[in-house]
């Protein structure tokens, strides 16, 4: 079955700029999708087709994809984007869906 | 304002059955494809299966595969999960999440989630 690899965790000093990596087999032909996801929430999207930003999420939140990489750039990172951060994406059939198995960051 | 509402969660015993229910409204859920997605306790997110607007187009992960049956109700608005033979790897909150594309992975909206407990 088909895989998205992101790093477990990811730390970063206020302001500073967190970038979190996924890597996939078939990034190169389907879009990448990142969630956030704070304790005891439900996820909320963060980036979508790769690096569109839906309305009302921070500026300092973009999305890029190159090759089998997709990466989510949190620039001048706040305390309050402490979260699991969940990269999403689906095989070459465009059937089958698979979240990577998330990257925690903290701000401190 | 949009909402999804889950209920049917609880706690059933190794090889028994529930059935999930997720009411939507503030948009046209006729529209829009609808997913499942769980989250085991302290694990991340998991992509559970998925319906086609009409219901007739229905995807599952392979761990559900034979046992879980997506189904919706457009007259009522509502997309539900029957869930049979539940194994305690099952355990998880169980999430509603409207796709605001056509099979994509943008989701907009989000239930507040439902716990199914598997155990004896």
């Known amino acids: 079955s088909y895989e998205v690899t992101q790093p477990p965790s990811v730390s970063v000093s206020p302001g500073q700029t967190a970038r979190i990596t996924c890597s996939g087999d078939?990034?190169?032909?389907?879009?990448a999708y990142w969630y956030q996801q704070k304790s005891g929430q439900a996820p909320v999207l963060v980036i979508y087709?790769?690096?569109k930003r839906p309305s009302g999420i921070p500026e300092r939140f973009s999305g890029s994809s190159s090759g089998t990489m997709a990466t989510l750039t949190i620039s001048g990172a706040q305390v309050e984007d402490e979260a699991d951060y969940y990269c999403?994406?689906?095989?070459?059939?465009?059937?089958?869906?698979?979240f990577g198995g998330g990257t925690k960051v903290t701000v401190l | 304002e949009v909402q999804l509402v889950e209920s049917g969660g609880g706690l059933v015993q190794p090889g028994g059955s529930l059935r999930l229910s997720c009411e939507a409204s503030?948009?046209?859920?006729?529209?829009?494809?609808m997913n499942w997605v769980r989250q085991a306790p302290g694990k991340g997110l998991e992509w559970v299966a998925n319906?086609?607007?009409?219901?007739?187009?229905?995807y599952y992960v392979d761990s559900v595969k034979g046992r879980f049956t997506i189904s919706r109700d457009n007259a009522k608005n509502s997309l539900y999960l029957q869930m049979n033979n539940l194994r305690a790897e099952d355990t998880a909150i169980y999430y509603c999440?409207?796709?605001?594309?056509?099979?994509?992975?943008?989701?907009?909206?989000w239930g507040q989630g439902t716990l199914v407990t598997v155990s004896s």
């Open positions: 319906i086609k607007q009409d219901g007739s187009e229905k």
């Open positions: 087709e790769d690096s």
């Open positions: 999403y994406s689906t095989d070459t059939s465009g059937n089958y869906w698979v």
């Open positions: 503030g948009f046209t859920f006729s529209s829009s494809w």
């Open positions: 078939a990034l190169p032909r389907k879009y």
């Open positions: 999440a409207r796709d605001f594309g056509e099979q994509s992975g943008t989701y907009d909206y």
